[in-house]
């Protein structure tokens, strides 16, 4: 009785409030494929009466849209070429949105497909739609269809839908009994153009970003999103990245998220970090080209060597970094991780903008930093077999290249004359008190303010680095960026020195990855600040850019799978400061010759196949 009373009670209460429902698109199922559809439709068809009558017969149906290249009409042979053509180059298109076709065409008549229903229309340029694959409701409402994807990775914190006015929103559809759902529209509603460089043939919404760079209530606000939302037509997420940019290993230290899974070889090897979602995403799903990250010490290049990646850590300043959470400053820098060589070039022209040149005139001196003498262990023939072809291709001489060596026998005077004791602390500190002064406080000050003077709970990594950042004074800092200095000019001189004719007076090659195991299931000791020096320091301490290079696989005995599996084999390869161009136009070259080829998403590198802890995760 007491709820009866309180029913009516409710009822009788005047409404003071209105809502207002919002749509938010719907899911279907084609094929048993699933599909997203946006809330709004491109168009709405209604001079077709005979595809009206169809759709309302028959309620929301998929529908291919083709374009007639001229007067004469759209014969069998055009709908063959274009299911062809559509198939290959598009994610989302399958024959299934093949049995019902609109033409859009200046020509009254169209010959019948032998398997489709062909509806033709004269349509002005203005209200014409791009081709493509799209579903029709029954009032004629004509909607994008948006493939979806699982993301068995685990590499997105969430996923995004864009409209028509560039805002963004959080994707609300999922694949049922799967992780969280990927949303990808197909790659022919769009057309390549100066403004648009990366769309066509080159993934038009498939440029994802990480979550120190853009959150999607920040695309329009922030340098980075910003460029993105210009050059591309829309974001498909936001991936994870270990906490606050700092290096974490998977599982052991990642407390908020789990960490990515690289789905190379036994699919149990640690992703790197700490772009490590823009990695496992890249080297995971054959639908994404291209993703986005930040590298102060190896975070890109880390993540694209151990998933057979090609990864760019531009020259220092070359690439504005607004909108990024900083992690030093003066290291931090932004690039890309790809399977493809290619586009990698292209996309490079969009993020450096005026502050690169792709040329193609190259030194003739190549150094070698701890290549194999010979084959002696899984990838030491392939090394050996990269290095020779690109000696030979560019006419230039190798040479076995130590810094350690070199700098003992040339630093300046007041430096210490063991390159790994003069800059055992640089990177720890400047990371850790950068980040204390530009992360820690404000973060801290901001949770204090709104908890009660609580502190927000924190990974064992950063909390390791901020430690050891606050047993040093604030000097501290200045004294390690005049080492810093100091060393960037000494290698400018003695190491990778401006050539007016090939911007570089040479190239310097060093092994990236070589089937480097690191388990992700194993127990770890607790983190410490990262101390040392090694090769990967020397581009954040100089400046000048090292990309990596994927150049094949080699094998390991895997004490997951009990089973022979493969991991990728990279170098990386540096030039004088400012000569990313010159990097990007020799990669270009190697592909034209055949000895750079584009990477495959999957189980391999080289080859592709099933990722085996998908199986696992589904």
């Known amino acids: 009785m007491d709820h009866f009373i309180t029913f009516l009670a409710l009822a009788l209460v005047p409404c003071t409030w209105a809502a207002t429902v919002q749509l938010t698109g719907q899911t279907v199922y084609l094929a048993g494929v699933s599909y997203y559809l946006p809330p709004s ?15 309302l017969e028959e309620g929301l149906i998929p529908i291919t849209v083709l374009n007639a290249t001229d007067d004469t009409g759209y014969g069998h042979s055009d709908y063959q070429s274009a299911v062809s053509k559509f198939s290959t180059m598009d994610d989302v298109f399958t024959e299934a949105f093949g049995n019902t076709i609109y033409v859009q065409t200046k020509a009254s008549t169209v010959a019948n497909s032998t398997n489709s229903t062909v509806y033709t229309a004269n349509v002005a340029a203005n209200d014409a739609v791009p081709q493509g694959p799209y579903f029709m409701s029954s009032s004629g409402a004509v909607y994008e269809a948006w493939r979806l994807y699982t993301d068995f990775a685990g590499a997105f914190t969430e996923t995004l839908i864009g409209d028509a006015e560039g805002t963004f929103s959080v994707l609300p559809a999922n694949v049922p009994g799967q992780a969280l759902a990927v949303a990808v529209p197909s790659r ?30 920040q695309l329009r606000t922030h340098f980075l999103c910003n460029v993105w939302s210009t050059l591309v ?238 047993t040093f004074p604030e000097s501290a800092v200045a004294e390690q960026n005049t080492k810093r200095t100091i060393f960037a000019d000494w290698f400018a001189s003695h190491g990778l020195s401006p050539n007016p004719d090939t911007c570089s007076d040479g190239i310097l090659f060093y092994v990236g990855s070589q089937a480097d195991v690191n388990y992700r299931n194993q127990y770890i000791s607790a983190p410490v600040a990262p101390y040392g020096f090694s090769i990967s320091r020397v581009s954040p301490f100089w400046g000048g850019p090292d990309l990596v290079l994927p150049i094949g696989q080699a094998s390991y005995h895997s004490t997951i799978t009990h089973h022979k599996e493969f991991l990728p084999v990279t170098v990386d390869i540096m030039a004088a400061r400012g000569c990313d161009g010159m990097i990007f136009g020799l990669v270009q070259d190697l592909v034209k010759q055949g000895i750079l080829k584009t990477s495959v998403a999957g189980n391999s590198n080289a080859g592709g196949g099933e990722v085996l802890f998908k199986r696992a995760s589904q």
Not at 50 to 55: N, S, T
Request: negative net charge; contains cysteine.
């Open 41 to 55: 439709p491109v168009t709405t068809l209604q001079g077709n009466t005979a595809l009206g009558r169809k759709a």
């Open 188 to 217: 022919l509603y769009y057309t390549k153009s100066a403004e648009k460089p990366l769309a066509g043939e080159f993934a038009p919404a498939t440029v994802i970003v990480p979550g120190i760079i853009c959150t999607h209530q």
């Open 233 to 470: 037509l829309s974001f498909l997420g936001k991936l994870k990245t270990s906490q606050f940019a700092n290096g974490e290993e998977a599982t052991a230290d990642w407390d908020d998220y789990h960490s990515p899974f690289n789905p190379r070889g036994d699919g149990y090897q640690d992703p790197s970090s700490s772009s490590s979602g823009p990695g496992a995403a890249a080297a995971s799903y054959p639908w994404l080209d291209l993703t986005l990250g930040s590298d102060t010490g190896g975070s890109i290049r880390g993540p694209s060597e151990v998933q057979g990646l090609y990864g760019n850590r531009p020259s220092h300043d070359l690439v504005a970094l607004d909108g990024t959470m900083p992690l030093s400053p003066p290291l931090d820098t932004s690039g890309f991780l790809t399977r493809d060589p290619v586009l990698w070039a292209e996309a490079a022209k969009a993020l450096y903008l005026d502050n690169v040149t792709i040329t193609h005139s190259y030194p003739k001196h190549i150094k070698l930093y701890d290549f194999p003498k010979k084959a002696s262990q899984p990838g030491d023939d392939l090394l050996l077999d990269f290095i020779t072809k690109v000696a030979s291709y560019l006419g230039a001489k190798t040479t076995n290249y130590d810094i350690e060596t070199s700098w003992n026998r040339s630093h300046p005077a007041s430096a210490n004359p063991s390159i790994d004791d003069y800059l055992n602390l640089t990177y720890p500190i400047l990371i850790a008190k950068n980040q204390v002064d530009l992360v820690r406080k404000p973060l801290y000050d901001d949770y204090a303010a709104a908890h009660d003077g609580r502190k927000p709970a924190v990974d064992p990594v950063p909390l390791a680095r901020w430690g050891f950042g606050d």
